[in-house]
């Protein structure tokens, strides 16, 4: 499994970016999709997960109400669009993709992308 993560950059403080994780393999073994953080000298914390089959989502309590992790089966894809970003949220966004037992550790996940900046200026 092969996992490709684009669409970072750099926004201001109350603006928004969406990025977006392809994988190479969506199936019933692997059916949890989710995006992780990690801030320079800070451990890599959960942000969002979907399920492939039946969309459930979940999120870490900072980001409820501002992020919004979607799929889109036919792509392979999920999306975590970021709205009314904050400072707080500069990191490395990674996309991992897991077997669906948990979601919320990293050892959850078996399959990891690339990694794509995210930078808020205040």
């Known amino acids: 499994v092969q996992l490709q993560a684009s669409g970072g950059g750099m926004v201001q403080a109350g603006g928004s970016l969406e990025i977006s994780c392809t994988t190479s393999?969506?199936?019933?073994?692997?059916?949890?999709m989710g995006w992780f953080r990690q801030a320079p000298g800070k451990e890599r914390e959960f942000v969002a997960a979907?399920?492939?089959?039946?969309?459930?989502?979940y999120y870490t309590e900072s980001v409820k109400g501002r992020f919004f992790i979607t799929k889109e089966n036919a792509k392979n894809t999920v999306y975590l669009l970021m709205n009314n970003l904050k400072p707080a949220d500069t990191a490395v966004y990674y996309c991992?993709?897991?077997?669906?037992?948990?979601?919320?550790?990293?050892?959850?996940?078996?399959?990891w992308g690339q990694g794509t900046q995210v930078t808020v200026s205040s």
């Open positions: 991992a993709q897991g077997q669906g037992y948990g979601t919320q550790y990293p050892h959850d996940y078996d399959y």
């Open positions: 393999e969506r199936n019933d073994n692997y059916n949890v």
């Open positions: 979907i399920t492939w089959s039946s969309g459930s989502t």
